[in-house]
């Protein structure tokens, strides 16, 4: 994600559960074999639960006892809905854009309108195939197919933006929902040049489609602007770019972050001290690298690529 054009395809992937846990173990147990086995692996969602606007991956997978309050889990219930509800923005404003539409530039320098949904296609493409070698053990590059090259992909017709840009929402969604709850306990993605669990691997997915929908650039046909990011996201992007703040802050720099609307922290350990007084989305624009440079204070200090 970035003002640089990426190339999914280029992303260092490899993740891995082993032994690979095989989906539906638990349908060939009966009796209280197979209470006991739900219980432990709880991978399914109850028969006849439907959560309107929830994915089956955010649905609960554990059985509550009467009078129980929240059962922790280690699917990331609340990320997936995040994600999940953005997903549904992103389609809701895709099929809005026409060929005059794609064509236009985005927000992004060198991007257009097209790129930028067709990078959200790959991207939801690469995930998938993380996802899937998680749950097989296998190297995500082997025999995948080498990706469109950005270019050539947002200069389609946006008919054929827009259906390959679902394709690639519902099969990632559908890659969540079959992850087994071993897997999502232990599976592990190289992203980038870190490890990164599957956990962190939906919050950069929601990220990706919250930022990219504001990087569309398309107020005009209904799209959002900054201020009208969910504060669900927000949270969890704060906490995110935050805790990742001092390893991105030159080594003589501590920084003083002063939101106002939420309480002000330090980060980094250098003798000069910069105290970042703006808003949360202000300041969130500025760990993002999406505060234009002639709005960004020239005290404030230049920051390290955000992991």
Same mark, same amino acid.
Do not use: Q, Y
């Given at each position: 994600m970035g003002s640089v054009r990426p190339r999914t395809c280029d992303l260092a992937v490899w993740s891995w559960a082993w032994p690979p846990p095989q989906l539906g173990d638990d349908r060939r147990l009966d009796g209280r074999r197979a209470v006991?086995?739900?219980e432990l692996v709880a991978t399914e969602t109850r028969p006849g639960t439907r959560e309107p606007g929830i994915p089956p991956s955010a649905r609960e997978t554990h059985a509550m006892p009467v009078g129980s309050g929240y059962v922790p889990s280690p699917i990331p219930h609340d990320l997936l809905a995040g994600a999940f509800t953005g997903h549904?923005?992103?389609?809701?404003l895709a099929s809005a854009v026409e060929d005059q539409v794609t064509a236009r530039? *985005?927000?992004? *320098?060198?991007?257009?309108?097209?790129?930028?949904l067709s990078h959200l296609a790959q991207d939801a493409d690469t995930h998938i195939r993380l996802f899937e070698s998680a749950a097989?053990?296998?190297?995500?590059?082997?025999? *995948?197919? *080498?990706?469109?090259?950005?270019?050539v992909a947002a200069a389609r017709p946006a008919r054929l933006i827009r259906d390959d840009l679902a394709r690639a929402i519902a099969a990632l969604e559908r890659a969540w929902d079959r992850t087994h709850v071993d897997v999502w306990r232990t599976g592990i993605a190289h992203h980038g040049r870190a490890p990164t669990s599957l956990t962190d691997l939906v919050f950069a997915r929601w990220r990706e489609v919250e930022v990219h929908l504001v990087d %569309?650039? %398309?107020?005009?046909?209904?799209g959002p602007g900054w201020a009208d990011l969910p504060a669900t996201y927000v949270d969890a992007e704060w906490a995110w770019s935050t805790a990742r703040l001092s390893e991105r802050l030159p080594p003589e720099v501590t920084v003083l972050l002063a939101p106002g609307d939420r309480p002000s922290r330090a980060f980094?350990?250098?003798?000069?001290?910069?105290?970042?007084r703006a808003s949360?989305?202000?300041? %969130?624009?500025?760990? %993002?690298?999406?505060?234009?440079?002639?709005?960004?204070p020239t005290e404030w200090p230049p920051l390290a690529p955000s992991g």
């Open positions: 006991a086995h739900r549904r923005r992103l389609l809701a530039p *985005s927000l992004l *320098s060198g991007w257009t309108v097209g790129h930028v097989t053990g296998r190297d995500p590059g082997a025999g *995948s197919d *080498s990706c469109v090259d950005l270019d %569309l650039g %398309l107020i005009d046909r209904g980094g350990d250098g003798p000069r001290m910069v105290t970042v949360t989305l202000e300041t %969130l624009r500025w760990l %993002l690298g999406r505060l234009p440079t002639a709005a960004t």
